[in-house]
């Protein structure tokens, strides 16, 4: 359970200092997750459009 917590504790830290020190890498890796979840809604969507007709 301790090694659990303090992984958690480190993965937030890396998170941390790199959002500090490289904002604009870490704004694009945030905008490729959003983006890459948009299109597999989107997907999913037209998928179920297409079998519910």
């Known amino acids: ?3 659990k917590k303090v992984l958690t504790y480190a993965a937030i830290a ?3 200092f ?3 020190n490289q904002p ?3 704004a694009g ?3 490729g ?11 999913l969507a037209t998928f ?3 079998v519910l007709r």
């Open 1 to 3: 359970m301790q090694v």
């Open 14 to 16: 890396f998170v941390v």
């Open 18 to 20: 790199y959002l500090y």
């Open 24 to 26: 604009q890498a870490a």
């Open 29 to 31: 890796a945030v905008k």
């Open 33 to 43: 997750v959003f983006d890459t979840v948009n299109t597999g809604a989107s997907r």
């Open 48 to 50: 179920f459009t297409t």
